[in-house]
């Protein structure tokens, strides 16, 4: 059995780059080739990198092992079949597929070819979200209720290919992939129904937010919201559970988790004046009432994808990023067009 990843990768334009950059010096993963249509783009490939005009050339290469599918979404499908019918493994990039129909036949070529085939979910190793899996997976708030999942910008015009429908453009497509497969990752339940706003807020073709409610079997509501003109730029997490509260506020998972010294049960009737008028249940706590703690710690990185990738391939784990789990997120990625559209709930799990 091989151990090491010859890589050729296909699509050298940002993400290419990005990827080519991290795996400069990885051990057991070696860049062999690149390949680009457009021909600027190959021109600051890696020293001993050899460049490609097309993915198919590049394929005929029996010294690489795996690609890397790193062009607009489209492209995907045929890429994938090709490089399975190739004989090599394959990580493409997210979204996989435009739809659960597209996804569904690249893994019958895949498995007919008997190759590897994973995603590029590299967001499930952000330092945010890993910090809020562990409150999860540790109960550290408790029994969980709700968990928002929050990004905001101020960027709303998209870029490049963003902007046009048939290119998979849109925010769905691009940061709605990474938010649900997250949320996905962290709560192990069946979705027992979905509710979804999905707008153009200033872009006319393509969407630009989205809301998404996700209530699961075990009790759990998750709400994933994204605005790219919403105009108070933030990455953000809550998670409430009847322990507490933990929250998120940027990038680098600042936070804190909020408890109380001892719960309020049945106190005296006392009101608070405030400016919208008197309430008996939202005055100001009173001094020491709340009290902070520390998030967890992490140490994470988006290298760890390609580490684990690496291991999966030499046998010495499960695939990280399975195929089910993908095809499940396109599922709600299908979902929330259809309840956006018909303004009621879908059912993702529930299909036969
Ligand atoms: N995993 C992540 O975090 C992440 C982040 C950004 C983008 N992506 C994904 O990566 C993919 C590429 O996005 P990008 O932002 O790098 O786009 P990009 O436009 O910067 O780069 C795409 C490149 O593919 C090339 N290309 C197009 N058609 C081709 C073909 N038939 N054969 C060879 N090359 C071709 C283009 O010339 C271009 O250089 C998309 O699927 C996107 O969703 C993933």
């Avoid at 050729?8 to 990885?26: E, N, Q, R, S, T």
Wanted: glycine share 8%; charged share 25%; hydrophobic share 40%.
């Amino acid at each position: 059995m091989e151990k090491n990843i010859k890589l050729g990768l296909v699509g050298f334009g940002f993400m290419g780059h990005c990827d080519a950059d991290m795996l400069a010096d990885f051990d057991g993963i070696q860049l062999k080739a690149v390949a680009d249509i457009n021909p600027a783009q190959l021109q600051d490939a890696p020293k001993g990198v050899e460049t490609y005009a097309g993915m198919d050339d590049m394929l005929a290469r029996a010294d690489i092992n795996t690609v890397m599918i790193s062009t607009p979404n489209p492209s995907h499908l045929e890429m994938v079949e090709k490089a399975a019918a190739a004989g090599k493994h394959i990580i493409c990039e997210k979204p996989a597929a435009m739809t659960v129909e597209q996804f569904d036949r690249m893994t019958k070529a895949v498995q007919k070819a008997g190759v590897l085939f994973t995603v590029h979910q590299q967001r499930r190793w952000d330092k945010d979200f890993r910090i809020m899996k562990e409150v999860y997976d540790r109960n550290m708030v408790g029994k969980p209720y709700i968990i928002k999942s929050q990004l905001y910008g101020f960027n709303g015009n998209m870029h490049d290919w963003h902007v046009f429908p048939e290119m998979g453009g849109g925010m769905l497509y691009d940061w709605g992939v990474h938010l649900i497969d997250q949320i996905l990752n962290m709560v192990d339940a069946p979705i027992l129904s979905l509710y979804a706003d999905l707008r153009n807020v200033i872009n006319e073709r393509v969407d630009d937010y989205f809301n998404i409610l996700l209530r699961f079997e075990n009790g759990v509501t998750a709400e994933i919201e994204l605005g790219t003109y919403y105009l108070t730029p933030k990455r953000a997490w809550f998670i409430g559970g009847d322990k507490g509260s933990a929250l998120i506020d940027g990038w680098d998972g600042e936070g804190k988790i909020v408890r109380t010294a001892h719960l309020l049960e049945n106190v005296p009737n006392k009101i608070t004046m405030t400016a919208a008028g008197p309430t008996r249940s939202f005055g100001p706590p009173p001094p020491g009432l709340l009290l902070e703690e520390p998030l967890p710690e992490v140490r994470v990185s988006h290298r760890q994808f390609f580490e684990h990738f690496l291991r999966a391939f030499r046998g010495e784990e499960e695939m990280m990023v399975k195929p089910q789990q993908v095809r499940r997120v396109l599922r709600v990625m299908e979902a929330v067009r259809e309840s956006a559209r018909t303004g009621k709930a879908a059912y993702p799990d529930s299909e036969a």
